[in-house]
Structures are given as C-alpha cells and as structure tokens.
C-alpha cells in the first residue's frame, strides 16, 4: 500500500491514519481508503470487502451528513504503476469521496479552543434526538440491546484485551472494571430488556465522538460505524453515552451532563440514567481497545503509537471510573408555584446551574396524551386530561422519572405545580427514601404578572395548557405551603428581574463542579 499512497498524496495533501483507514485531506475534498485488515471486528482483506465499505459507508453516513458524502470512486493503477482516483487504468481498490469540512468547525478543536458553548450542546442533544427517534427498531434490530448480547459484546472486550490491558492498567484494576461490567449486566438484566420493549433499541451512529461532529453552525455528524451493525445497532442511551463519555474525556463533565439533561428532555427517555454510566464505562473501554490496536500496530508512524497508546490508558481509566461514585450530588429539587408565576422559567435557570435534568409535568402529560409538547390541549376545566385521577397519574409518573435520575448519584429538578400538600409530600417521601435532600422552590409573583404571562402564552405555542381564565380558581385550590420547614422551603420572587431570583437561590442550591 505504500506505493498507491504515495502515489495518491503525491500532491502534499495531509494524511490522517486510523485503526482501519487512511483519509487523505485535499483543500476542497477528502478522501478515505480502507486498510487492508481483518481486526476481528471488522474484515476489509479483499477489495471486494472494501468496496462494499465504502458503499455501505456513503448511504448510512448521508442521514446525518447529506451534503458531505459525494460517491464511492475506483482507485485505479496504469500502465506505468501510477495510482489515481478515478483515473484511467485497472482498478485497484475503491474509495469515499467527501466534500472536506473546515476544522475550525470541527467540535473537538473548538472545544479546544474554548468556543464549544452550552447552546451547541443543547443543539446537538436535539439532533440527536430526533435523528434516533426517525431511525429504524424492529424484533432483529432490538435484539442487540439483549442483556445476553452485551454481556457477550463486554467479554469479548476483555478477551481481546486480555494480552495487552495490562500495559494500561494494573492487574487489580483490569479486575475490577471487568467484574463492574460483567456485574451490572448481570444484575439489571430486567433493564435491558424493557428498553428493548420500549423502543429504545435502533439503528445509530455507534461513533459518536467530537471529532467526528461540525457545527456550521448546524451540526453536521460524519463517520459512523459501517462495516459491523453489531456496533451500529443498540440503546440509543449507548449512542449518546458515547459522546457524553468523550465530553469527560475532554474535560467537560459539565457538558457531558448537560448534554445528558438535554437529550433526555428532547427525547423523552429519562429513564436513559438508570443505563448511562454502565455505557460511559462501555463505550471507554471500546474506544481504549480500538486506540490500543493503533498503539500496537508496527507499521504506524511512532508519534503516531505513542499518541495513540497514550489516548488508550486515558480512555481505560475513564471506564474505571464509570463504576464508581461520582462527584455530583443527588438532590431532588422540585419547583411549583400557582399557573403563571414563571415555574418553568425557573426550573430552567437551575437546570443550567446544575447541569441537571428537567422532569417536567406539562410535557409529561403530552407524552402521555401521544401529542407533540407545544400542541394545545383544550378539557372542560378539571376533567379530562387534566381530571384528578390523570393528574395523579402524571405526578406518579414524573417522579418516577426522577427516581432513576437521582438513583445515578445525580440532581434532579421536577418542574410542576404542586399544588396539594399531598403531591409535594409524595416528592418529600421519595427523596427521604432515597436519602438524597429535598428542596421545594416555591415561585411567587403578583396576580397580574401572572395573569400578563398567561394572555402572552396564549398568544404562541407553549407547552403548557393554562389560561388566564384558570387563574382565580387555581389560585383558590393552591394548598399553601405550611407543611415544610424553612430547610425545604424556597420562595423565589419572579416579578424581579431573573437574573436576581437565580442568584438569591443559587445561594441555597450546590451547583454543579465547573468542568473548565
């Protein structure tokens, strides 16, 4: 292959080198060639396997990067044993030819660069979102989020790992983070298999990691996997666990979890946190064995093995870690407050405070209802599905939600009404039997700041259904909020300005550690 990339690159474009391919960067256009090897996981020996790569490659690749992949294109050789894309001559091999994308936008080096904010990751959540929930799920499909199929996928790690892990980590470590894994299949079997049922099992990405997304400003997602569905298809948790995963590798466990509360939301699939750390730890030790065959591969360049070794002891310690306590601190944090009095706007300040995710009533409802959120939902007051028995049903439902969050070792914030003594004690007796801490933030306002909000609302899509015409008798039926202690009890003030009611509570409420 020497002489066919020398041939190729001849013109000084760059070269970057990968586990299973060579990409060749030119000023408008890359190209990418599959090696010549049989990893185990992946076979491209024959030209014929390579071919169908690259076809494969063009058409997955193109859901969530269109414009970027062009055509597959021969490599051809002639008659003085000169190589060339798409020249005239026998053909060789084959090729993806791909519109380059400027690195500037590539988010890795932007985050490098300290211009990666909260809003890209919000953005990306959403895409992602959405690009999992228009994928494919079918009976063969989920049976690859099977507990028995990952216990395989995790013992096959290991055992083509078992030669060379000890060069990353000690003999007690490896131990231990193979007992974890193992274990925790082995023990939540039943949690696997209700994603399955669920429908959280599709087709995905499989490689979601930051240098493979552009934002431009849309993100554009290049390079997923290929060349084995085994590792396309699975828990969609398991997909955005891999990019999470590489936020903290990176440094930004503040982005890992925002992206988390975001996806979350965007996705409806809160119950994600009951599996995502186990997949963190997953996708690490994926990423380290991949990285380590680079590292071990003697006809890589040498700055290029020691980068990758290097990348691969990082990449193991960060599994390790995946299975043990993490730094956040739980907490249940529920906000209500009467209809108008800015509950959601609050909750959303402390979200972003504490990089935690959002259970909200108003959206669980319309997931409930199988509406989309901002879809207006118009019952006879107190009936419907806004009668007793359905509210209580969704309160049922919202914490239970956070039940799984905050069983991850992390904060959570209900955003509600919570109206009755008896719907925030029932949040108050969840968190004492978990034994995380317990904060009401109840939000005040004056009657025509609420009474203003909610003829604004009315005016726009919104996800919650309130009117002003609601007001008097919600305001009547609001149960006042004697029954906590000052400890549990927060009043915010949202007729001031919000930036002052964050801070006022943000003097009560730990935030998240900065990732910087």
Known sequence: MGTLLHDLSASGMDMVETHASWVLLGENTAWKLKKPVDLGFLDFTTPEQRKAA?????????????????????????????????????????????????????????????ELGPEH?????????????????????ASFGSPDRILSNVRENFSQTRS????????EQADELEAHQVGFVEDHRELFVSRAIDGRVRDGHGDLRLEHIYLQPEPTIIDCIEFNERFRYGDVCSDIAFLSMDLA???????????????ATAADDFDLYRLVDFYEGYRAFVRGKVTSLLAEDPAAAAETRKRAGQLARRHYLLALASGRDTISRPLLLVVGGIIGSGKSTIATGLGDTLTAPIVA????????????????????????????KVTARIYGEVLRRAAGVLGSGRPVIVDGSFRTREQRGRARLLAHQLGVPFLFVECRATPEDCRARLRQRAEQ???????????????????????????????????????????????????????H
């Open 249 to 263: 590798r990176a440094g930004r466990v503040d982005f890992s979890e925002r992206l988390l509360a975001a996806y």
């Open 121 to 141: 990751i919000t953005t990306l959540a959403g895409t992602l979102a959405a690009f999992h929930e228009r994928m494919e799920t079918n009976e063969r499909i």
């Open 54 to 114: 690259c076809d494969a490659e063009i058409a997955l690749n193109r859901r969530l990067a269109p414009a970027v992949y062009r055509r597959v294109v021969p490599v051809t050789v002639d008659a003085a044993g000169r190589h060339a894309f798409g020249g005239a001559g026998t053909v060789v091999d084959y090729a993806v030819e791909m519109a380059r994308l400027a690195d500037t936008r590539r988010a890795d080096l932007l985050l490098e660069r300290g």
């Open 164 to 171: 060379t892990l000890h060069r990353y980590l000690q003999p």
């Open 361 to 388: 009533t108003d959206r669980t409802r319309k997931h409930w209802l199988g509406v989309v959120p901002t879809a207006a939902v118009r019952e006879p007051e107190w009936s419907g599905a806004y009668s007793p």
């Open 461 to 515: 899509a919104h996800v919650s259904d309130a009117r002003v015409e609601l007001f008097d008798e919600f305001v009547r039926r609001f149960e006042p909020v004697d029954e906590l202690g000052p400890e549990e009890h927060l009043v915010a003030n949202t007729s001031q300005a919000l930036p002052e009611t964050l801070r006022e509570l943000g003097s009560r409420i730990p935030a998240w550690p900065s990732g």
